[in-house]
């Protein structure tokens, strides 16, 4: 199965951009077309999880946390990228752009993981 992104709340938009034009067939959704905004940390793994996105964010605090709360409960997920925000943007998109390009869903699931 294909790789889909979800951009959490926080994530900075530039990403989500670059990835977009870096390759056009590259299915990443905005937050606000995902209607996030409002939506507890919590909730966010489980709504990613509905529609098979991995979900990418900046929150290293509070999304692992809630991450594993979320599989500890028997759940299943796509899976998490979390990005620093002191990542080069570029790195970043190509990172994303390889991810999709050179793997497949199944790859991630369950799995956290970080980008520089």
């Known amino acids: 199965m294909s790789i ?9 938009n530039a990403i989500l951009v670059g990835v977009r034009r870096r390759e056009p067939a590259c299915d990443f959704q905005t937050a606000l077309q ?3 905004h409002g939506l507890s940390d919590l909730a966010v ?4 999880a509905s529609e098979s996105r991995i979900l990418v964010t900046h ?3 509070t ?4 991450f594993a709360e ?5 759940n299943v997920s796509p899976g998490v990228v979390v990005v620093s925000q002191k990542a080069d943007i570029g790195a970043v998109i190509e ?3 390889l991810l999709w390009a050179a793997s497949d869903l ?10 520089p």
């Not at 889909?4 to 900075?12: G, V």
């Not at 199944?106 to 980008?115: G, H, S, T, V």
Request: no cysteine.
């Open 45 to 48: 793994p489980a709504r990613t």
């Open 34 to 36: 995902a209607k996030l």
């Open 59 to 61: 929150d290293r605090k």
């Open 63 to 66: 999304m692992p946390i809630h």
């Open 70 to 74: 979320f599989l500890a409960a028997e």
């Open 106 to 115: 199944k790859e991630w699931e369950n799995r956290i993981f970080e980008l």
């Open 95 to 97: 990172s994303l752009v």
């Open 4 to 12: 889909k992104f979800q951009a959490d709340n926080d994530l900075n």
